[in-house]
């Protein structure tokens, strides 16, 4: 993610979320080289999503991860859900957490097709819509078991958003 992405990838962020992150927000992150990885998806020159990822050593968190609404259930998500994993991976992280709205079952559905697992709840963690997060949780992403999964689920990708 580049400064210059900025203006698309608030024009989804803004649509998606009760509490949109600021662009300050997303400035700061994307200065912090070191331990930081944020992704953007074009078509075109078009953002249609983005997402980010923190790593802390062997433990990496997904920060966000937004799709555009009218390109939702595209395998969008799944692209960059993938990268990012790998990104982990490459900088030495063993395991990926992250939080979810309890109700957010399509996300979850998505997470669970790359392994993540139900391991808590922090209570009220979205006070704006006064809902839990499910923290979820995947281990030994850096395997060969994982990572042949990770293959498999690039394979199911369609043509342009395949890696
Ligand atoms: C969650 C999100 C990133 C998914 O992106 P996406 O590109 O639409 O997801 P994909 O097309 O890659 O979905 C892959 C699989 O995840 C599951 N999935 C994704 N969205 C789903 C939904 N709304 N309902 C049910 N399952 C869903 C499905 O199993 C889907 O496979 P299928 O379409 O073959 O059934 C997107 O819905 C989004 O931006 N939501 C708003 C922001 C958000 O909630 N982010 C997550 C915060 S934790």
Redesign the pocket.
């Known amino acids: 993610m580049r400064r210059r992405h900025l203006r698309g990838v608030m024009a989804i962020e803004r649509q ?2 009760p509490r949109p992150w600021s662009p300050n927000l997303f400035l700061s992150e994307m200065a912090e080289t070191r331990n930081r990885c944020y992704l953007v998806a074009r078509i075109d020159k078009e953002i249609v ?1 983005y997402g980010g990822l923190i790593c802390y050593g062997e433990e990496a968190h997904v920060t966000n ?3 555009d609404p009218e390109h ?7 692209r960059l859900l993938h990268d990012l994993i790998q990104n982990a991976v490459a900088e030495g992280a063993q395991a990926v957490s ?3 709205r309890v109700s ?4 979850q ?2 997470y669970g ?1 790359f392994g993540f697992r139900p391991v808590g709840v922090r209570k009220n963690y979205y006070q704006e819509v006064n809902e839990d997060a499910l923290v979820m949780w995947v281990d030994d992403v850096n395997g060969a078991e994982y990572q042949k999964r990770l293959r498999g689920l690039a394979e199911q990708l369609p043509d342009g958003v395949r890696p």
Do not use: D, P
């Open positions: 998606v979320y999503g991860i937004a799709v939702q259930r595209n395998k969008i998500g799944m992250l939080e979810v957010n079952y399509g996300a559905r998505l097709k």
